[in-house]
């Protein structure tokens, strides 16, 4: 079977730094994708991850470990405007191909 | 502005009524997606196109009808809607299918539909 897990919410101070984490179970493994979506916006993307370690991009960094089905998803020096769903999604090995399956998402609030 | 877009922005309707969802994509994607969207639950995968053929049906019911005429449209034709329907149903695109290393998926804003 396949089973993502996140946290649902959260809540961190601005300047601080926050980790996101998501644990996944998948027959098959083709890479973790983290989004971020803002209340009424669409999801856009932030990160992939398809081998195991740290990936950084500013602010945000990823980090994947396969062997264990997790990933975490580093936000430093918050500002308000992090606040936001963060979701953890992973492709889906199914009879039409492979489908991109997302978790609940996890609710970021920053606050002062 | 995403390069994909949606409209319209927010639809009510009654059960017994026939409206369309439309999207378009400027990104001259391969791949196409329609997504629903419900309170306290995960992003939900209802159809897939590719090169504007029919890949994935995530069991959808009939009362859901896609349509895909070419690689940069998607419709998805609703009649007799229940109120369980109510949510937010997202288009979304690829360059290439899901699977297929990092093609990650771009989304519109959605249309918000309410059913009465």
């Not at chain 1, 996140?6 to 179970?25: L, W």
């Not at chain 1, 999801?43 to 062997?67: A, M, Q």
């Not at chain 2, 009510?12 to 400027?26: A, I, Y």
């Not at chain 2, 609703?78 to 989304?107: I, M």
Request: glycine share 8%; charged share 15%.
């Amino acid at each position: 079977g396949q089973n993502i897990d996140q946290p649902t919410e959260m809540t961190a101070t601005e300047g601080a730094i926050v980790q996101i984490n998501c644990t996944y179970q998948t027959s098959g493994f083709n890479g973790l994708f983290w989004y971020q979506q803002h209340a009424g916006e669409a999801p856009t993307f932030l990160s992939y991850n398809v081998l195991d370690g740290l990936e950084e991009k500013g602010r945000f960094s990823s980090f994947l470990s396969r062997s264990k089905g997790y990933s975490y998803l580093l936000l430093k020096e918050l500002q308000m405007k992090d606040s936001a769903s963060y979701l953890c999604a992973v492709p889906i090995l199914t009879g039409g191909g492979n489908k991109l399956t997302f978790g609940t998402g996890t609710q970021l609030k920053v606050e002062l | 502005e995403t390069g994909v877009t949606q409209t319209p922005r927010h639809l009510v309707m009654g059960m017994t009524n026939k409206k369309s969802l439309k999207c378009e994509q400027h990104l001259g994607h391969n791949a196409m997606y329609w997504y629903k969207q419900s309170a306290k639950k995960p992003l939900e995968l209802m159809f897939v196109y590719n090169f504007k053929e029919q890949t994935e049906n995530n069991s959808v019911p009939s009362r859901f009808s896609p349509e895909c005429p070419n690689s940069s449209h998607l419709f998805l034709h609703l009649h007799t809607l229940q109120p369980e329907d109510s949510a937010l149903y997202l288009c979304a695109s690829s360059q290439d299918l899901v699977g297929a290393g990092n093609s990650p998926l771009h989304f519109g804003n959605g249309t918000r539909l309410t059913v009465t």
